[in-house]
């Protein structure tokens, strides 16, 4: 049971009476009428607290691990399918799920019920817009089969659940859901709204997700990855609205010369200095110019193109009759920004050179969390891990960086910031030299909770709320008292005993 107890969150006093491990529907329905509260786990590799249990039974979906044969645009799947054998097992079908996070060992369950997000939002959008269809146990072991657009809510504002045990007549929160791209704050709730969507997102607290149906799309060919040093914030963001710019052009027009990117992912001066006290420069053999004052990494998608084709490209891009290439096009952004001549090109089919890209800025928040175990080892065991997962219209994003620095510098915080530009969506993260660093940054992060939502954004990006007492907090701050009352009475509606996920979102 030990391996169950804890999650990536690291949260403490993980406990539980039994791990439950259901190869079926009718085992998950099983478990739900044992009467004891259930935690459904699957990678817990949530970084809120979500995965640890807190007494009763882990229900986890290791076995739950079907992939049925996909069709061109579909395939059901067990929610304890790990993401990177999905990718794997859907490339031999030439198929692609292309909303999954950073992280390909997280399971289909989780991500639903978290509504991951990766870097690819800025294209792709969320989980959520990815789920069709959900196979869900209530507690009480009702079994909900549901498909996108049969259940719409309508005026009443309530959906009736309808099962063995009765019906259960669930009143949908009326508060309103910042408008941004990607939200994991506590229950969806929207004018119109899809009964499958109350499950996305609801972080195990409404049902146990046994199996669900996934939107695919073929798998894209040419995939190019960028990493060019920027001189300082104000002209990366420049950078990222003219690529943000130019490929919903392209999106919209199907010009074939377009550019099309998917996603850009920042890193800030403080995470080039760890790259560099870390060695990950030269582990990744990646250099960057000593004027850089961040990192930014691109992903370009690009038609089928051979190598020697990229390269006679990328030398003829900046000629008076350079091609009308994509990847011309790219190069010609990069050089009007000045940035083209210190970019590194991974070039599609130059897995290594990628995987190499993709390894520095998956090195920060490793070197991140390492320090932070040393801390907390080294200086006082109350240190974890201190970081805001909130997002903002991309417009606003320069304004929520200044909010950041004021806020975390006007407490003396040492802070390292990464994440997703292209969404307007990073990670500041303390790097905490004392307990004193913690508690300051816990109260600079409610701080940034408020200014966030006055800029239209959300304190909750993609990790969801959990067991976590500040993003509840932030939660609570997002939709007031009564927000949370509402959502209270949702769960009320489907779990009345509160089994499930006790204490996950808000206190029961
Ligand atoms: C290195 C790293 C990188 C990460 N990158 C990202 C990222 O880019 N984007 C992002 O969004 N997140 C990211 N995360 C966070 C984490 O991977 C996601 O939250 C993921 O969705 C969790 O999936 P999991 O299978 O580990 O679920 P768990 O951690 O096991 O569970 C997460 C939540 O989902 C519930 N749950 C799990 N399975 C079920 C089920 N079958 N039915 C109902 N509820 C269930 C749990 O009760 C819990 O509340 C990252 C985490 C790490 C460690």
Redesign the pocket.
Known sequence: MAAHLE??AHYPGGQADVVARPRTEADVAAVLTDGRPV?????????TG??TPAGGIVLA?SRLTTIEPPDAHHVRVG?GVVLGTLLEDLATHGLDFPPV???L???V???I??N????ATFKYGTTREWVEGLTVVLAGGDVLDITRGAHVLDDSGTFVVEGPAGSRVVPVPTYVMPDVVKR?AGYHAAPGMDLVDLFIGA??TL????SAVLRLQPLRAGLCYALVPVSDEPRALALVADLREASRQTWQSHDAAGIDVAAIEHMDDRSLQILREDGADRKYEVSWPASAGLLLLIQLELPLLTQEDAYEQISSALDDDGPDTPLARFCRVLDHHGVLDDAELALPGDRKRAEQLLGVREAV?AGVNARVGRAKRDLDGRIAKTAADMVVPFEKFGEMMDIYRAGFARRGLDVATWGHVSDGNVHPNVLPRSYEDVEAGKAAILEFGVEVARLGGCPLA???V?RHPVKQALLRQLYGDEGIEQMRRVKQALDPQGLL?PG?LFST
């Open positions: 999650d990536a935690l459904a786990v699957g990678a817990q590799s949530s970084l979500g995965a979906s929610a996070p950073t992280y060992g997280a399971t369950g989780g991500i019920a978290t991951a997000a990766g870097a994991s972080e195990g049902g146990v997700i046994v928040p993609e990790h969801g959990g996920a996950v």
